[in-house]
């Protein structure tokens, strides 16, 4: 089994000429398969290998610009030692890797789909989850109650849905806050129900009537993040993927904190009475949300994306060398 040697080059580069030049000569000195890939063929590669051409891969050997004749021959030298002492072992780990180098398996093919387009994917899914919730009520005002609860209920799961910590449409009020909140010009849920605002199974379950409108089956602070990561996510497409990674430290305290101090807070002054009781405002649950949702999107999109690239360059090359070598055969 000949050493492969794999060659990438590109149109109108000297050096690559000249290296391409060398290892002609060399083939008669130090035999092996050459596989040229032309990299302006491949975006993923050009990302790669753009500054760094001519680049010669052999065995666990890459050899990058500049380089003249003599480095050449010493790297193929020790490539072809390297693959002749590993055959002659009869290593069955290296000739299954071999073999796995020379062939696009659908696993690589769908791998390789996936580094391209999670971004749209996830995007996708977003609009999807966040966008969901406020067809509940559209279509409990068509009246189609049987389609809308079953929204509701998949929503429960990850969801409170507390009718006073949502959004209603098609109704007096875009909201029915609790008294303890203290918005001035609203009707407080307890108000206009009747039910009492510590009743938290029935403030889940209500999704509103004719008058009063109906619920978005998502809280006011879960439609901020999810809005606010999709909005990331949209700019993070647009403008090329150019973001690199929120740091950590301004994650938290700019994402995290603000959505802990206000979210926590609230919640353990209503049940440890020796702390004031609070209850947060639609503003600030979606001022906290957003803040979280974008600065989450922001740490992690760009995060995923370097994963990514590095699964789409090491498949883009793979890709490109089985498909010339495929024609050299």
């Known amino acids: 089994m000949d050493l492969e040697v794999t060659f990438y080059t590109r149109k109108d580069c000297v050096l690559c000429d000249q290296a391409f030049v060398d290892l002609e000569a060399l083939q008669s000195e130090l035999p092996h398969k050459l596989v040229v890939v032309d990299i302006d063929q491949d975006s993923d590669l050009v990302t790669l290998y753009g500054h760094r051409v001519p680049v010669v891969a052999a065995g666990p050997f ?25 055959l002659e072992d009869q290593q069955e780990g290296y000739q299954k890797r071999l073999a796995r180098k020379d062939t696009l398996s659908q696993g690589d093919r769908l791998s390789h789909f996936i580094s391209r387009y999670f971004l749209a994917m996830i995007n996708l899914f977003l609009a999807i989850y966040v966008g969901l919730p406020f067809l509940a009520p559209v279509l409990m005002k068509a009246g189609l109650p049987g ?11 990850s969801c409170h849905e507390l009718a006073f910590r949502s ?17 001035e010009g609203y009707l407080t849920y307890g108000e206009v129900t009747g039910n009492n605002e510590n009743d938290l199974v029935t403030a889940r379950n209500f999704v509103g009537n004719e008058q009063l409108g109906y619920k978005v089956a998502f809280c006011q602070r879960d439609i901020a993040i999810y809005l606010a990561m999709l909005g990331f996510g949209l700019l993070f497409a647009v403008t090329g993927r150019r973001f690199r ?14 959505i802990a101090l206000d979210g926590g807070s609230q919640l353990v002054s209503q049940f440890i009475p020796v702390i004031p009781y609070r209850e947060s405002t639609p503003l600030l649950r979606t001022i906290t ?3 979280f949702g ?4 922001w740490f992690g999109f760009p995060v995923i994306e370097e994963s990514m690239a590095d699964t789409r360059q090491h498949l883009s090359d793979k890709k490109a060398r089985v498909s010339n070598k495929a024609s050299l055969d």
């Open 62 to 86: 890459t050899l990058t610009a500049p380089f003249d004749r003599r480095k050449l021959r010493m790297t193929l030298g020790a490539a072809r030692d390297s693959h002749t002492q590993r």
């Open 289 to 291: 949300g957003l803040l």
């Open 147 to 157: 389609a809308a609860q079953p929204i509701y209920s998949v929503y429960k799961v």
């Open 245 to 258: 990674p929120l740091p950590f430290v301004v994650w938290v305290v700019i994402g995290i904190l603000p």
């Open 167 to 183: 959004w209603f449409l098609f109704g007096e009020q875009p909201i029915y806050p609790r008294e303890s909140a203290g918005i």
């Open 294 to 297: 974008f600065t989450t999107g």
